[in-house]
């Protein structure tokens, strides 16, 4: 007996066109206009009659209100991640690639022998950085990038620069601090404004607790949006949201003890107030506490505060500060000695701000104290460098190494401002040590050499892109050590 076997048919491919246009809904081929108006005209008002009906009722009108803000506000933060990933990522890569090349890190390197396989390791190594954040990418737009023929602009490349998929992109490292995230905001929100209980919609639980995370959201939502515009809301943002609640409560139980401690006949409307900011500022519960423990004990902690902090910066504020503590970068030596690369990967700040921080602060890191740097006498005298040559209108390193210190007319006005131009030159040989500075003088177009009293050589161009007058040597003025190179005097005429 033989079997009958039924006529075969011919699957298409599991990656062909047909077969991806089969397993799409209904509502994946509709325009996005018209996909816009049904949400807007149609899904909002359903889910609206849906939540107000309830509250025609007077029994459940505090019950459903209640409910449907809680929801609205635990949902909050991970919508934004939602709609980020949707809209925000397309153009990514083409930022990514263009700091790199600013940076010079596309072409060859001086270490390298030529434009072989290391060239495409270290470049493929920046690839791989941004795939571990952002999905990755398609085999033709990694092969042009590897072989320097990257075009945004290409119809093949603009549209397969990223995956598509959005499984692609929902991974552990991802989901995981959200779903947490989550997790801990609906559960401080039910104890905050619970469902039941009270007689005004919006009557909250009076404890220092529940106003430690009403700070600690408070706080978190203003970072979200503000990494959701720059485009950098990442799985570490959740872990900051997760991690910040944690402690705000954590710090808040033992805060109300030492504040207690320090004034017995402290209120409890205050203690409110010291809740909540400690949610929007967990470091100040450590300050109470250390307080408390030197007037039981005697001795002295150590506090937080590093001793020079990113404060010190031009157009830092508290929102970079903590977004650069997930980078572990706390001081300004450590943002000096940074990487730039994954800066710009992982913090999406604008390059040329990024470009400029790291140029202060390899300055800074130069003139700040050395040894004991709780020497007082040693701070102000830095601090009081660091002013002088600010009013000189130099406040990053690379407009310091350009200063002209060998040259007479610029030699009178430091000692002016009171500072000694011979050690001001072996500083500048210093800063050019810094591994950044060499990809910042490139960011900034800057030649690759710059005037080094120490060997003779003076570069074309100064600043950004003004001439150097043309220069003669002879015999060096009577204030200048003879061991070091010889005068420069203008062609010409002297200064």
């Not at 131009?421 to 990809?439: G, H, I, M, R, T």
Request: net charge positive.
């Amino acid at each position: 007996m033989t079997a009958q076997h039924a006529p075969r048919t011919t699957q298409p491919p599991i990656g062909s066109p047909n077969s991806r246009h089969k397993s799409k809904p209904w509502y994946a081929s509709l325009p996005s206009t018209t996909a816009a108006a049904v949400v807007i005209f149609v899904v909002t008002p359903l889910l609206l009659l849906g939540i107000g009906a309830p509250m025609v009722v007077p029994a459940y009108r505090v019950l459903a209100f209640r409910s449907f803000l809680v929801l609205t506000l635990c949902l909050l933060p991970a919508t934004m991640w939602y709609l980020f990933i949707v809209t925000r990522r397309a153009s990514l890569l083409h930022d990514f690639v263009t700091s790199l090349n600013r940076l010079g890190l596309l072409q060859r390197q001086e270490y390298e022998a030529d434009h072989g396989p290391a060239r495409q390791r270290r470049v493929f190594a920046y690839l791989q950085k941004f795939e571990a954040s952002y999905g990755p990418l398609s085999r033709s737009v990694r092969k042009s990038i590897l072989d320097g023929k990257f075009n945004p602009d290409a119809p093949e490349e603009r549209s397969t620069r990223v995956s598509d998929r959005l499984s692609d992109v929902i991974s552990a490292s991802t989901s995981v601090p959200i779903i947490l995230a989550t997790a801990l905001t609906g559960l401080g929100w039910l104890i905050t404004l619970p469902p039941y209980g009270g007689n005004q919609p919006l009557e909250i639980v009076d404890q220092p607790l529940t106003y430690a995370f009403l700070g600690a959201y408070f706080f978190s939502l203003q970072m979200l949006f503000r990494r959701y515009v720059r485009r950098d809301l990442r799985g570490s943002a959740y872990v900051a949201v997760a991690m910040r609640i944690i402690l705000a409560v954590i710090g808040t139980g033992v805060a109300v003890v030492a504040v207690e401690l320090l004034n017995p006949g402290v209120s409890e409307r205050s203690l409110l107030i010291v809740g909540f900011t400690i949610g929007v500022f967990p470091k100040v519960a450590w300050q109470i506490i250390q307080t408390a423990f030197r007037q039981v004990t005697g001795l002295v902690v150590q506090g937080l505060r590093t001793e020079s902090p990113l404060s010190a910066l031009d157009g830092l504020t508290v929102w970079h500060e903590a977004r650069l503590e997930e980078e572990d970068i706390e001081n300004v030596p450590n943002m000096a000695t940074t990487d730039i690369v994954e800066l710009f990967l992982n913090t999406r700040i604008p390059p040329n701000r990024l470009i400029d921080w790291v140029d202060q602060a390899i300055l800074y890191s130069h003139l700040s104290p050395g040894g004991d740097e709780k020497d007082r006498n040693i701070r102000k005298f830095e601090e009081h460098r660091r002013g002088q040559l600010r009013s000189l209108g130099v406040r990053t390193a690379t407009s310091f190494v350009e200063l002209p210190v060998w040259d007479p007319a610029t030699r009178r006005v430091l000692k002016s401002k009171g500072l000694d131009p011979d050690p001001l030159a072996f500083l500048q040989e210093a800063v050019k040590s810094n591994a950044n500075f060499a990809l910042v003088r490139r960011w900034r177009c800057l030649s690759g050499s710059s005037p080094s009293p120490l060997n003779g050589s003076h570069p074309a161009a100064l600043g950004n892109g003004h001439r150097r007058p043309t220069v003669t040597t002879e015999a060096g003025p009577p204030d200048r050590p003879e061991s070091l190179t010889p005068h420069h005097r203008v062609a010409g005429g002297k200064h």
